[in-house]
């Protein structure tokens, strides 16, 4: 039913992220390899993700008789979830946006998108149980204080991220960060601090082999993390 993450709106202007990402973008949107972006009006921050379907009637069919409550809006699904805004539509098809640096500089791609959740199991029984995605890892590790679940999507993945000390809740999820892959790290690093935005050195990332610095700023309230040394999922 779902073929991968079609866009992610975001509260804030796309000139912020033309630099964020070196890419140019092109009546207010702006398109990674894997995945696009749309921007929004209102509060900052990540506001909503749509998945792409190869058929949308299909889809709504198969959501319906999994118990998950929908409503048309134009071409696109929106999807009743847990605190989380999701829709569902056909895959644009559009082309990657031009990049406006060097290409090991600029991000290609997303590599994760990260959704805190008080209710690990709840998020199971909806991302894989109900839009059918592939839960790859499930593990728990008191020394990040997390229990993580990796859903693939596409060549990404949706990471759902539970605070073991806050144990279980019915609270709502969150929508929360993003994860960029960068051919060099190194390289996107020097273009970033070349373009006045904070950023931390950059470290050793969870994933053997790669590396990782974070970005405090001018992301439009979006956690975020540029990553390297890894190939695709």
């Not at 696109?76 to 406006?100: C, K, M, N, R």
Request: glycine share 12%; with cysteine; aromatic share 6%.
């Amino acid at each position: 039913m779902i073929s991968g993450l079609d866009h992610l709106v975001i509260g804030g202007a796309a000139g912020v992220y033309e630099t964020l990402l070196g890419r140019r973008a092109s009546g207010g949107r702006l398109r990674t390899g894997n995945v696009g972006l749309a921007f929004a009006g209102g509060a900052s921050g990540l506001q909503s993700m749509v998945f792409a379907t190869a058929d949308l009637d299909k889809a709504t069919r198969l959501l319906e008789r999994r118990a998950v409550a929908t409503t048309r809006a134009g071409d696109a699904l929106v999807l009743s979830a847990e605190g989380v805004a999701i829709g569902l539509a056909a895959a644009a098809g559009d082309p990657p946006s031009p990049f406006t640096d060097a290409e090991a500089a600029c991000v290609s791609g997303l590599d994760h998108v990260v959704v805190r959740t008080p209710n690990p199991e709840r998020a199971i029984a909806f991302y894989a149980g109900r839009l059918g995605l592939d839960l790859r890892l499930d593990r728990s590790n008191p020394q990040w204080g997390a229990r993580l679940l990796f859903f693939r999507c596409g060549d990404l993945v949706v990471e759902i991220a539970h605070d073991l000390k806050k144990g279980v809740s019915d609270a709502p999820d969150q929508l929360w960060g993003l994860s960029w892959r960068v051919p060099d790290v190194a390289q996107a690093h020097a273009r970033l601090k070349a373009a006045g935005l904070d950023v931390t050195d950059p470290r050793d990332g969870r994933r053997p082999g790669s590396r990782v610095f974070s970005v405090k700023n001018r992301t439009e309230g979006v956690p975020t993390l540029v990553i390297g040394g890894i190939g695709r999922w």
